[in-house]
């Protein structure tokens, strides 16, 4: 199939749900993506925050074919291993003490307001029931985690939203504090919030969270869907600062480029859950758990590619710290962490990221006005290098 029958059948059959750009992707390796005619791109999208590994990993995809051949899928009646080995992996580097499987991140995030609202409901009044969440969150979409969303524009046309959700100003712990009444059983916030534009809270705000939480006897939920896997530099966001959630929400990277998410626990909390308050047919498929465990495994490999992470997202924020200072007029700030990293423009990006495009640079606009960079966390200097020089190129053009 060529490129202009790929936009016209796509158009013709698929729903109007993306602003999908005209280019047809049949081939991705490493950092690298090409089309039927040999045009090569440059990723620095990874999937939104999901080919941790890059593109086609060999690990990952001799795990799926080795899973291919042995089973693809039976169901959760049955004890599966790779859904043990990867849940396993998790627990042994985490807070949690028990795991649930699903597909993404709103189906998590779906999971992690279920058992926060099942806990209270076995523990405190019927009526504790509201999860706080913060102004410009992402969640999912879904019809809780959109209400669970603190973006209107996500909402509009939808309502009406599943009751029990305040949203408070993100970074403001006060606020927060504030927000809690006797009907509050838990808070659900992302580390860093990746759909509003690399938002990076206060260094001390989710420590005051969690306290909050403790002190008020509230469930704090951490939505690491996109901060998770490795991607600001630890295997979760949470590490760096000093936290440890009652629950947590993974997707994204968690399968290099296979759809699973998991919504991770305390015993305490995930014994709430009882057999038949929820489930997913596929969550915790075979071949999902394989290509996760050989992702999770090797983002883990004596700690190689979390390091890597770190040392090629200061060398990152460094080029496009570079890039704000030769034009000032442009980019009016740099932020986030890790391989997660955000430059916010004095103008709407969209222009931006089609300019790049047609110069074999993958880019993504967040917030309007806010290019988000998460290229896979094997990225080498050299890719950044040809990044920044594309991109300055495009910003030196600008009208």
Same mark, same amino acid.
């Given at each position: 199939?060529?490129? +202009?029958?790929?936009?016209?059948? &796509?158009?013709?059959?698929?729903?109007?749900?993306y602003?999908?750009?005209?280019? #047809?992707?049949?081939?991705?390796?490493?950092?690298?993506?090409?089309?039927?005619?040999?045009?090569?791109?440059?990723?620095?999208? /990874?999937?939104?925050?999901?080919?941790?590994?890059?593109?086609?990993?060999p690990?990952?995809?001799?795990a799926?074919?080795?899973?291919?051949?042995?089973?693809?899928?039976?169901?959760?009646?049955?004890?599966?291993?790779?859904?043990?080995?990867?849940?396993?992996?998790?627990?042994?580097?985490?807070?949690?003490?028990?795991?649930?499987?699903?597909? &993404?991140?709103?189906?998590a995030?779906?999971? %992690?307001?279920?058992?926060a609202?099942?806990?209270?409901? !076995?523990?405190?009044?019927?009526? +504790?029931?509201?999860?706080? %969440?913060?102004?410009?969150?992402?969640?999912? =979409?879904?019809?809780?985690?959109?209400? %669970? *969303?603190?973006?209107? +524009?996500f909402?509009?046309?939808?309502?009406?939203?599943?009751?029990?959700?305040?949203?408070?100003?993100?970074?403001?712990?006060?606020?927060?504090?504030?927000? !809690?009444?006797?009907?509050?059983?838990?808070?659900?916030?992302?580390?860093?919030?990746?759909?509003? $534009?690399?938002?990076?809270?206060?260094?001390?705000?989710? +420590?005051?969270?969690?306290?909050?939480?403790?002190?008020? $006897? #509230?469930?704090?939920?951490?939505?690491?869907?996109?901060? $998770?896997?490795?991607?600001?530099? *630890?295997l979760?966001?949470?590490?760096?600062? /000093?936290?440890?959630?009652?629950?947590?929400?993974?997707?994204?990277?968690?399968?290099?480029?296979?759809?699973? $998410?998991?919504?991770?626990?305390?015993?305490?909390?995930?014994?709430?859950?009882?057999?038949?308050?929820? /489930?997913? *047919?596929?969550g915790?498929?075979?071949?999902?758990?394989?290509?996760? !465990?050989?992702?999770?495994?090797?983002?883990?490999?004596?700690?190689? #590619? #979390?390091?890597?992470? =770190?040392?090629?997202?200061?060398?990152?924020?460094?080029?496009?710290?570079?890039?704000?200072?030769?034009? &000032?007029?442009?980019?009016?700030?740099?932020?986030?962490? /890790?391989?997660?990293?955000?430059?916010?423009?004095?103008?709407?990006?969209?222009?931006?990221?089609?300019?790049?495009?047609?110069?074999?640079?993958?880019?993504?606009?967040?917030?309007?006005n806010?290019?988000?960079?998460?290229?896979?966390?094997i990225?080498?200097?050299?890719?950044?290098?040809?990044?920044?020089?594309?991109?300055?190129?495009?910003?030196?053009?600008?009208?």
């Amino acid at each position: 199939m060529d490129k +202009k029958t790929a936009v016209l059948e &796509s158009q013709k059959y698929l729903m109007n749900t993306y602003r999908r750009f005209p280019v #047809l992707l049949r081939k991705g390796r490493g950092m690298k993506v090409w089309g039927p005619d040999g045009r090569e791109f440059l990723d620095f999208v /990874g999937g939104v925050a999901t080919n941790v590994l890059g593109h086609c990993h060999p690990k990952v995809v001799v795990a799926i074919q080795k899973q291919a051949q042995r089973l693809i899928h039976v169901s959760n009646f049955y004890h599966i291993e790779p859904q043990i080995e990867l849940a396993r992996l998790l627990v042994e580097n985490s807070f949690a003490e028990k795991v649930f499987f699903c597909n &993404s991140g709103a189906e998590a995030n779906e999971g %992690a307001i279920k058992l926060a609202r099942k806990f209270s409901a !076995v523990h405190y009044a019927p009526e +504790k029931r509201e999860i706080i %969440a913060a102004h410009n969150a992402f969640h999912g =979409r879904t019809l809780a985690t959109l209400a %669970a *969303t603190g973006q209107e +524009k996500f909402q509009k046309g939808f309502e009406p939203l599943t009751p029990g959700f305040r949203h408070v100003p993100f970074g403001d712990a006060d606020a927060l504090a504030r927000a !809690v009444t006797d009907r509050t059983c838990a808070v659900m916030l992302e580390p860093i919030q990746g759909e509003a $534009g690399v938002q990076v809270p206060p260094e001390d705000y989710l +420590k005051k969270v969690e306290l909050l939480c403790r002190e008020r $006897g #509230l469930l704090f939920i951490l939505d690491e869907v996109q901060t $998770g896997m490795g991607r600001t530099g *630890t295997l979760f966001a949470c590490e760096q600062y /000093g936290v440890e959630p009652d629950i947590m929400t993974l997707a994204k990277g968690l399968g290099g480029g296979v759809p699973i $998410g998991a919504v991770l626990a305390t015993g305490r909390v995930a014994e709430a859950f009882a057999p038949g308050d929820h /489930g997913s *047919t596929f969550g915790g498929n075979p071949l999902a758990c394989a290509a996760a !465990v050989a992702t999770l495994q090797t983002v883990l490999e004596s700690g190689f #590619l #979390l390091e890597q992470c =770190r040392r090629m997202g200061a060398y990152l924020s460094a080029k496009l710290q570079d890039l704000k200072r030769t034009f &000032s007029s442009t980019v009016a700030d740099v932020r986030g962490k /890790g391989l997660l990293l955000g430059m916010e423009l004095t103008r709407d990006c969209g222009p931006v990221v089609e300019a790049c495009l047609q110069r074999g640079l993958l880019l993504n606009c967040a917030a309007g006005n806010v290019l988000r960079f998460m290229p896979p966390l094997i990225v080498q200097e050299g890719d950044i290098d040809q990044m920044a020089q594309v991109l300055g190129d495009v910003m030196e053009r600008l009208p």
